[in-house]
């Protein structure tokens, strides 16, 4: 019976030391190809880029304010009385004493005439009395008399001329007119009001700034003013006077600016949203779609001859479409806008452009005026 196990059987040397020559052989082979095996070529990122300008930044306090005029009255009567004849119409131009209206003085002009009449007799008593005092045929006190009554007269043709004034109503400024309350022939009162008068020409607007802002309030601070009646129109002014008050309870301090209305667009009384710069000061700008956000880093990658450099960089104020470098770049260093996501430090990058900014009308010089 033959054994289940296998015979154990010996190469001969012979047959040993060939095999051994050729896993040698290929083992060499096989080092020396991954040796002279050419390295990779490294991808190049195609980019473009923008370079670090300086451009002018400010804190911008936003508020709401209430339009009114330079100068504002409402034209009523001093006296109760029929208006006799109206010299205007809704929203004339008036130059100051124009007459607007005039009221009935026909009693008034009577007693005017009476006064003068009085006095001329008074004149002529004074005259003849004159001589007589000086030929001893008159007293002193006769003459005294007649010179205190002269006076008088002279006194009721002054009140009567008042009077008489007070019935023409003048324009008391240069302004524009509102609408006419009343009719000729209409009683009117003190209490009745017969129109409007505006100086429109400088337009007033009262706003508020917190506290805080204080120190940097003044005189002739330019201000912005819009309007939801004119969307697509913006009025610049300056600030004319800071109230010498600070409410205690909002802690906000009352600003007036004064806003020049040639076109006379604005209106006493409107809403405008006034925007005001503080602390202007120029400061290196990129494009914002440069930085990247990392937890609560940012970073860009800066142009160095043909490779970019993750620079760790710190953002300040924001205007559309860029923002303002605190730390991180310099005036004149170059950024990438485009390809971020590909990119990595190191990186060789090919560049095909400038970056053309987001919009014309988010030029970052457009908004350092």
């Known amino acids: 019976m033959k054994s289940l196990y296998c015979e154990k059987r010996t190469l001969p040397l012979g047959t040993i030391y060939p095999l051994i020559l050729i896993t040698c052989a ?14 990779s070529t490294q991808k190049v990122i195609p980019i473009k880029i923008s370079q670090v300008i300086s451009t002018e930044f400010a804190d911008f306090v936003e508020a709401v304010g209430t339009t009114f005029a330079h100068r504002s009255a ?3 009567s001093n006296v109760t009385e029929v208006i006799d ?7 004339q131009a008036v130059k100051k004493g124009d007459v607007i209206v005039v009221l009935r003085s026909a009693e008034e002009n ?6 003068r009449t009085n006095l001329m007799e008074q004149e002529r008593e004074i005259k003849r009395l004159t001589g007589l005092v000086k030929n001893g045929a008159a007293a002193v006190s006769a003459l005294d008399a007649r010179n205190t009554q002269k006076a008088l007269a002279e006194q009721q043709i002054q009140q009567y001329q008042a009077q008489i004034s007070d019935r023409i109503i003048r324009a008391p400024f240069d302004g524009v007119l509102g609408l006419r309350n ?52 913006s009025f610049s002014g300056s600030i004319k006077e800071v109230d010498t008050r600070v409410d205690p309870t909002s802690r906000a301090v009352k ?23 503080l602390e202007k000061a120029a400061s290196p700008t990129i494009p914002e779609r440069s930085a990247i956000q990392e937890g609560h880093k940012q970073y860009v990658f800066k142009l160095n001859k043909n490779e970019v450099e993750r620079t760790e960089i710190q953002l300040g104020r924001r205007k559309p479409g860029y923002v303002e470098v605190v730390s991180g770049l310099a005036n004149g260093d170059s950024v990438a806008t485009s390809g971020l996501q590909d990119l ?6 090919a560049i095909q452009g400038k970056f053309d900014g987001p919009s014309e009308t988010q030029n970052p010089e457009r908004y350092a005026e």
């Open 26 to 39: 290929f083992l060499s082979f096989s080092c020396n190809t991954e040796k002279e095996a050419p390295p």
């Open 74 to 76: 409402d034209i009523t």
């Open 85 to 91: 004849s109206i010299y205007f119409t809704d929203g």
């Open 110 to 115: 009577a007693l005017l005439e009476s006064a």
């Open 182 to 233: 009343i009719n000729e022939g209409a009683l009117v009162s003190p209490q009745n009001l017969i129109t409007t008068i505006d100086d429109l020409n400088t337009i007033h607007v009262d706003f508020t700034v917190p506290e805080i802002y204080l120190g940097q309030l003044k005189r002739g601070l330019p201000v912005k003013a819009r309007s939801q009646a004119y969307r697509d129109e």
């Open 255 to 277: 600003v007036r600016a004064q806003i020049p209305n040639i076109n006379q667009m604005l209106k006493p009384g409107m809403l405008l949203y006034i925007q005001l710069a």
């Open 344 to 349: 990595e430090s190191g990186m060789k990058v």
